[in-house]
């Protein structure tokens, strides 16, 4: 998978998730409301239940002259209050207000029942029980276990949804990758023949400036074909790191881009000092040439461009027609250009970005329009 579809995937889950997670969330809650509910209404039933029932046993006793003696339960506790409010029995530590019906208290849940109409003295009978709190954890789990379920099975739906909405997508992708690799391949044996040849002519013909030009020209054409390979390959491209005197390759690419320059009359300059990064090569090339090949496109005629390596930080300079602010903000972007002078396809300053936060180095802009700009890298 690409990092484009990796991106896509993500950002189509992030939101196909956000959106469940808070759909299922509310299910969840209200679920769980509802069997607290059914619940709390159940519980009320039972108590209303248990209080009639021993209503009746108080009254049935007292009519036949017998001793009544409340029978122990599991689930309720109870009491029996006489008519001036005193206990005549009580398995309950802190009665409630003797008010008529319902009561919640904590994790508790009673009833005040007046059933007994003074039969045997009692007036009231409470019963409370907090069987609630157990029941009410289980609803929780219950109603979590069912978020659970459904959030993963809505995860795995909305995977599989993902992959099945990009393949066809990643197929025609795919396509297009092909032919653009198998194109840039192609041009690579035409673009080394074009320079071989250009050196053969350079002998017959008189005028050296000419195939100077043109050297330049095809030189610029294979960087091109340099950056979009490397571009194409660089997620799958195995990073070879090494010690690079940058020093030295900055001599070596300033040489070349000062044959190419040339041609519009721009000298280059070097000044450097050894500079040993560990990095791979590869990156590092790309990583001077674009900035050197910007710096040669966008000079005007018979200007001056300076690279300057040092200690941690490397800076190439030139003369030429700047970037204004608007434009600033973007000249990193895939296929992003300043200007359309130069032609290219805008991959340049966008692979020295990603060299840059491949390996952590801070990169600076400096520019001022009509009068030219700096780049600066710090390791």
Not at 338 to 360: H, R
């Amino acid at each position: 998978m690409s990092e484009y579809e990796k991106k896509s995937l993500i950002k189509f889950l992030g939101l196909y998730l956000g959106s469940a997670f808070v759909f299922i969330s509310a299910i969840a809650v209200l679920l769980y409301m509802a069997k607290v509910e059914n619940l709390s209404e159940l519980q009320r039933e039972k108590l209303k239940s248990y209080t009639s029932a021993i209503s009746a046993e108080i009254i049935d006793s007292h009519m036949r002259g017998q001793r009544y003696e409340i029978s122990k339960n599991r689930e309720f506790k109870a009491a029996l209050i006489g008519e001036s409010q005193n206990i005549i029995y009580s398995e309950i530590p802190l009665l409630p207000p003797l008010s008529l019906g319902f009561y919640e208290r904590g994790e508790y849940i009673g009833v005040v029942d007046g059933g007994a109409r003074l039969h045997h003295g009692v007036k009231y009978i409470v019963a409370e029980t907090n069987s609630m709190a157990s029941e009410k954890k289980e609803a929780a789990l219950s109603a979590f276990w069912v978020w659970i379920f459904s959030f993963l099975l809505v995860g795995l739906l909305g995977f599989r949804l993902s992959k099945q909405f990009l393949k066809p997508i990643r197929e025609e992708i795919e396509k297009l990758d092909n032919f653009v690799k198998a194109s840039a391949h192609e041009l690579n044996t035409p673009i080394t023949s074009l320079v071989l040849s250009l050196d053969t002519l350079k002998k017959e013909i008189k005028d050296p400036s000419k195939i100077e030009y043109l050297k330049a020209s095809a030189k610029m054409l294979s960087k091109i074909h340099d950056d979009l390979t490397y571009y194409l390959q660089k997620e799958t491209l195995k990073k070879e790191e090494e010690w690079i005197d940058f020093a030295a390759l900055a001599n070596e690419r300033g040489s070349f881009y000062a044959r190419v320059a040339s041609a519009k009359g721009v000298s280059v300059e070097v000044e450097s000092e050894s500079f040993i990064y560990r990095i791979d090569k590869t990156a590092a090339n790309r990583l001077i040439d674009n900035l050197l090949s910007n710096a040669v496109k966008y000079s005007k005629k018979d200007g001056k461009i300076k690279i300057n390596v040092s200690q941690n930080i490397i800076t190439v300079e030139d003369e030429g027609i700047g970037i204004n602010k608007e434009s600033k903000q973007k000249i990193f972007g895939k296929f992003q250009r300043a200007t359309d002078i130069g032609g290219g396809f805008g991959l340049g300053l966008y692979i020295v970005k990603s060299v840059c936060d491949d390996y952590g180095i801070k990169i600076e802009v400096e520019s001022e329009e009509g009068v030219g700009s700096r780049f600066r890298l710090i390791f």
